[in-house]
């Protein structure tokens, strides 16, 4: 037995692994038994360490690893010391990895000498995604030799069983297998989902389930046995750093501690059941497989109770260290850009007018001949067609397959990959085709990317461009036509540009690209080619390369006549988008009396623009083209309210579509729920009255 056990493993490794069992376990014992002082939810790994170990000691530095919450183990394995791990297990100032703002066991890091970790939310099975976008973002670096590695770097993707149910982990397996990314989805399966059983919640098991991806390998093994588990892990992983290919390992586990100590074990699980899974706790299955081997007991002993004492003595530590300070709550919600002034020629001399969706065509040219790191994705925008819009003509022909090409129908994953390829130093521009179909991709957008740098503490914001067109015009109908921003401007941690001419358009993008963080940039479908009437001054003269528009620059685009106003008889309508051209128009009717803003972005807004405009008029309209309940519009104008009461002389007003759940096809219909410049100069009229 013992040279058959040391052929598999060495002595050190099987020790080394004995040692981690032995912290973990005094690890979760020492959080039981101060219940009072831990107070935040947590999980522990046990039951599951002999995989996760076995996982973390085949990892090298230039490989990633995406653990979920219950992989403890994984991380003591790859060389974070318990004192680390207790630090946001306690949410103190100095946790390594959220610095207090994330439950335990969720990881982020870039040190140099381990594996890199990405953050990942509590949402189960989400982390696929992200973590898929390394290993995209690893074989485009690795095609077009934009960065050497001593080893071909894997991916490690860490989830539980019951989540493989979740439709966000089909769409990462079914991109992996199809463009062959060296990724491994370590599946482990412990039978339970919180309290649902496997036999409620699915049909078969993830081996099974990945049977139909073809391309994608697979294997299962009993995640309880570390001599097992490392040699199969060893090949996975070896297979993946060689073939470059993807691979599904199934980890037959066992969950001998709670599912998170909110959710106690005794709350839903019955004698039977714990016996059958302590039975194979991975410790004492290696204990007696040592002492079958011929290794000393006291020596296992001693490794014991020095784990025990180190992990005290880290807890006592941990409890000690300070909590953050309240006035950090607000650091790394974003990033801080680069771009904070506007630069460049707007105007070239002798230059001419473009429409809007040649804008973002050139923007997008010049930014990808100028760095190799860009790339584009999204569905249809490849070169046969280059966009539904063809807002991406001409691309795919000048830059191949490997830099713009299309995607199946996967809005979670076009939007999450992102992150993951922004973890390693790419600038993914990415497409959803219509604002309507945005919302698969909502979840991506709020749980993984708004969320990133807050939560790692800056070390991994979020660095892509989301193009989405939106709004109505032409009878697009109710699932082609709609406006999404007071959605997004809900989430916290992203930017919004919504440019309503090419300049601005060209110069916001630019400013997208150079900026660290999520920016989404909303482009009215209607002001593409300036069909609409009334829209020929979304052309504009093409702006040089290098002009760079930051965000969060308001532009008065109309002014009042000073007399006007000095009279107390001008009033301020402030818009974005189709918006600016409605309030363009309905002016022509008031002979200098109206003054216009267009916002230009929404996230960051020029709030400070806004208020000395409307102290200035002490009138104000607020104009979307969005339903108004509860809007964008309404807080806006609540804001206004707010911050210029003193000054105003009626109360701001608002104006949008009618609140119908959707945008109807019939043209009648359409015009009688958008606004318009004739339904805003009734508007107008009425409040200039005050």
């Known amino acids: 037995m013992e040279n058959t056990l040391h052929e598999k493993v060495s002595q050190d490794i099987l020790l080394k692994a004995y040692n981690h069992m032995m912290l973990a376990k005094a690890m979760a014992d020492i959080y039981e038994e101060n219940r009072n002082v831990c107070k935040y939810v947590h999980s522990t790994s046990r039951g599951h360490e002999a995989i996760q170990l076995a996982t973390a000691y085949q990892l090298k530095k230039e490989d990633w690893v995406s653990p979920y919450y219950r992989d403890e183990s994984i991380l003591l394995g790859i060389g974070f010391e318990p004192y680390q791990l207790m630090l946001q297990l306690l949410a103190k100032a100095d946790d390594p990895f959220s610095g207090g703002r994330s439950y335990y066991s969720h990881p982020s890091s870039r040190d140099e000498d381990k594996p890199k970790i990405i953050h990942q939310s509590s949402a189960t099975g989400m982390q696929t995604i992200p973590t898929a976008g390394v290993a995209q973002g690893i074989k485009y670096i690795q095609d077009?030799?934009?960065?050497?590695?001593?080893?071909?770097?894997?991916?490690?993707?860490?989830?539980?069983?019951?989540?493989?149910?979740?439709?966000?982990?089909?769409?990462?397996?079914?991109?992996?297998?199809?463009?062959?990314?060296?990724?491994?989805?370590?599946?482990?399966?412990?039978?339970?989902?919180?309290?649902?059983?496997?036999?409620?919640?699915?049909?078969?098991?993830?081996?099974?389930?990945?049977?139909?991806?073809?391309?994608?390998?697979?294997?299962?093994?009993?995640?309880?046995?570390?001599?097992?588990?490392?040699?199969?892990?060893?090949?996975?992983?070896?297979?993946?750093?060689?073939?470059?290919?993807?691979?599904?390992?199934?980890?037959?586990?066992?969950?001998?501690?709670?599912?998170?100590?909110?959710?106690?074990?005794?709350?839903?699980?019955?004698?039977?059941?714990?016996?059958k899974h302590r039975a194979k706790d991975p410790g004492e299955i290696l204990r007696n497989q040592l002492l079958d081997a011929g290794v000393d007991e006291e020596l296992l002993k001693q490794i014991t109770k020095k784990a025990r004492l180190e992990a005290e003595e880290a807890f006592e530590r941990a409890q000690k260290a300070e909590d953050p300070k309240p006035e950090t709550v607000m650091n790394h919600v974003f990033a801080p850009t680069p771009i904070t002034e506007e630069v460049g020629t707007r105007e070239p001399e002798g230059g001419e007018k473009i429409v809007m969706v040649d804008a973002a065509i050139h923007a997008i040219q010049e930014l990808m001949w100028k760095h190799p790191e860009a790339l584009l994705y999204g569905q249809d925008v490849g070169e046969r067609i280059g966009g539904v819009f063809r807002e991406t003509v001409t691309l795919g022909k000048k830059f191949g397959s490997k830099r713009v090409f299309n995607t199946a129908i996967q809005e979670a994953y076009i939007i999450g990959s992102t992150t993951g390829m922004s973890a390693v130093g790419l600038k993914p521009i990415v497409e959803v085709q219509f604002a309507d179909y945005i919302y698969p991709g909502i979840n991506q957008l709020i749980t993984e990317i708004s969320k990133s740098s807050y939560l790692s503490q800056g070390k991994f914001p979020v660095s892509n461009i989301i193009r989405v067109p939106i709004g109505a015009y032409g009878g697009g109908g109710p699932y082609h036509s709609?406006?999404?921003?007071?959605?997004?401007?809900?989430?916290?941690?992203?930017?919004?540009?919504?440019?309503?001419?090419?300049?601005?358009?060209?110069?916001?993008?630019?400013?997208?690209?150079?900026?660290?963080?999520?920016?989404v940039m909303l482009e009215h479908k209607g002001l593409y080619w300036s069909k609409v009437p009334g829209t020929e001054d979304a052309k504009t003269i093409e702006p040089a390369e290098d002009y760079i528009l930051p965000f969060g620059k308001g532009k008065v685009i109309i002014e009042a006549d000073k007399n006007e106003t000095e009279k107390g008889r001008t009033l301020l309508v402030v818009t974005y988008g189709m918006g600016v051209y409605w309030a363009k128009e309905a002016s022509k009717n008031f002979n200098g009396r109206v003054e216009v803003i267009d916002l230009r972005t929404l996230i960051p807004l020029d709030e400070e623009l806004v208020f000395e405009r409307v102290?200035?008029?002490?009138?104000?309209?607020?104009?979307?083209?969005?339903?108004?309940?509860?809007?964008?519009?309404?807080?806006?104008?609540?804001?206004?309210?707010?911050?210029?009461?003193?000054?105003?002389?009626?109360?701001?007003?608002?104006?949008?579509?009618?609140?119908t759940p959707a945008v109807p096809i019939n043209l009648v219909l359409e015009k009688e729920m958008l606004p318009n410049a004739e339904k805003l100069a009734t508007k107008i009229e009425e409040m200039l009255k005050y």
């Open 144 to 275: 077009f030799n934009l960065q050497q590695f001593e080893n071909n770097p894997v991916v490690v993707c860490s989830l539980g069983d019951n989540s493989v149910t979740e439709g966000e982990v089909s769409e990462a397996l079914q991109f992996s297998a199809l463009h062959q990314l060296p990724i491994i989805f370590l599946v482990q399966d412990n039978e339970w989902g919180i309290s649902v059983t496997k036999e409620e919640a699915r049909t078969c098991d993830a081996y099974d389930f990945v049977s139909g991806f073809t391309g994608l390998s697979r294997m299962r093994v009993d995640g309880t046995d570390f001599v097992e588990s490392f040699e199969a892990m060893k090949k996975a992983v070896d297979f993946v750093r060689t073939e470059r290919k993807p691979i599904v390992v199934c980890a037959k586990t066992v969950l001998i501690g709670h599912h998170t100590s909110g959710v106690r074990r005794e709350f839903y699980r019955d004698e039977e059941d714990l016996t």
């Open 615 to 659: 102290k200035a008029h002490g009138k104000c309209i607020v104009l979307t083209e969005e339903q108004l309940n509860n809007s964008f519009a309404e807080a806006f104008a609540h804001r206004i309210s707010k911050n210029c009461f003193k000054h105003l002389d009626a109360p701001v007003e608002t104006m949008g579509s009618l609140d």
């Open 482 to 519: 709609g406006s999404v921003e007071s959605i997004l401007a809900n989430i916290k941690g992203i930017k919004i540009a919504y440019p309503s001419n090419a300049a601005d358009f060209k110069g916001l993008l630019k400013a997208a690209y150079y900026d660290p963080n999520p920016v």
